[in-house]
């Protein structure tokens, strides 16, 4: 069965710190690059860290020294340390796999996991 439970967002105030969870299948998990989405107000989802099997991590621009990608096997689990949040960081969270998942011809999304920054 296809899973991917996120979670750890909430309110936090800006330079504050978050650390989101996400548990996949094992079988999504094993041999997938995964990925930390992030869909901010008003704009598309987009990709903002992704970590290949063999802990080959990648960051875009906005988040690169702030956020730091990991996972773990043993739990089928990947993690997203945020530090110095922003405003600009508020949106709904969402790990998949990269690229996501298509299933049944539709693209295949957890309930993600809302990440508020404001004081």
């Known amino acids: 069965q296809v899973q991917l439970v996120e979670s750890g967002g909430g309110w936090i105030q800006p330079g504050g710190s978050l650390r989101l969870s996400c548990t996949a299948s094992?079988?999504?998990?094993?041999?997938?690059?995964m990925g930390w989405y992030r869909q901010l107000p008003g704009k598309a989802r987009e990709l903002v860290a992704r970590?290949?099997?063999?802990?080959?991590?990648y960051y875009v621009e906005a988040v690169k020294g702030r956020f730091t990608i990991s996972r773990d096997a043993a739990t089928n689990s990947v993690f997203l340390q945020m530090n110095a949040l922003k405003t600009d960081d508020t949106g709904g969270y969402y790990c998949?796999?990269?690229?996501?998942?298509?299933?049944?011809?539709?693209?295949?999304w957890g309930q993600g996991t809302q990440v508020t920054v404001s004081s």
């Open positions: 998949n796999t990269v690229p996501g998942m298509i299933i049944g011809s539709r693209a295949y």
């Open positions: 970590i290949t099997p063999g802990s080959i991590k």
């Open positions: 094992e079988d999504i998990f094993r041999s997938n690059t």
